[in-house]
């Protein structure tokens, strides 16, 4: 059974900085693509960013030049490294691994709360 762990969210003051973390265990072929995505009441869930396993990242338009993605393929992990938080920074954050070849899934995680106090 595939499992995706997160660790890292919590409560923290406009301007700090939280790092999250997912480990992908179990019987899982390498991710092509792993990513953090955010759930807030109205907007549903969306991309915060990605990275592939070619180094490739993508991050949302709201979090450039504030946050990092990087990802250990020996561990099929993924860190999000949230700088200069804004309250509207505020969700339920969910780490996701994709099999695009030839093992195809799409994996999420439980989710972790991020809230940002003004």
């Known amino acids: 059974q595939v499992q995706l762990v997160e660790s890292g969210g919590g409560l923290v003051q406009a301007g700090g900085s939280l790092r999250l973390s997912c480990v992908a265990s179990?019987?899982?072929?390498?991710?092509?693509?792993m990513g953090w995505f955010r759930h807030t009441t109205g907007k549903g869930r969306e991309l915060v960013a990605l990275?592939?396993?070619?180094?490739?990242?993508r991050a949302a338009d709201l979090v450039k030049g504030r946050f990092t993605i990087s990802a250990d393929s020996r561990k099929n992990s993924v860190d999000l490294q949230m700088n200069s938080l804004k309250p509207e920074n505020t969700a339920v954050y969910y780490c996701?691994?994709?099999?695009?070849?030839?093992?195809?899934?799409?994996?999420w995680g439980q989710g972790t709360q991020v809230t940002v106090s003004s």
């Open positions: 990275i592939t396993d070619g180094g490739t990242t």
């Open positions: 996701n691994a994709k099999g695009l070849e030839i093992n195809l899934y799409d994996y």
């Open positions: 179990g019987n899982i072929a390498r991710p092509n693509v």
